[in-house]
């Protein structure tokens, strides 16, 4: 079980009015990250960082810490 998991990017992304395909065409995230959040994957901090920024939000509203239970 995934530690790190990403459903709060989703919501922000929608709240924000920004689609997987403008994160693509318009900001050059690869569609290969976007495969990686969406299986749950590692991304590195560049990746969290330019999220961050397209977004004009805080890494809280992109990844949620779970713990194991």
């Known amino acids: 079980m995934n530690m790190i998991v990403y459903d709060r990017l989703w919501?922000?992304?929608?709240?924000k009015g920004v689609s997987q395909y403008k994160l693509?065409?318009?900001?050059?995230i690869s569609s290969g990250q976007l495969d990686r959040i969406r299986k749950g994957e590692n991304i590195n901090m560049y990746t969290l960082d330019?999220?961050?920024r397209i977004l004009d939000?805080?890494?809280?509203?992109i990844i949620e810490y779970r713990k194991e239970e």
Not at 24 to 28: L, V
Not at 57 to 61: G, L, M, Q, S, Y
Request: glycine share 6%.
């Open 50 to 52: 330019t999220l961050c």
């Open 57 to 61: 939000c805080r890494v809280e509203e």
């Open 11 to 15: 919501e922000t992304m929608k709240r």
């Open 24 to 28: 693509i065409k318009e900001h050059g």
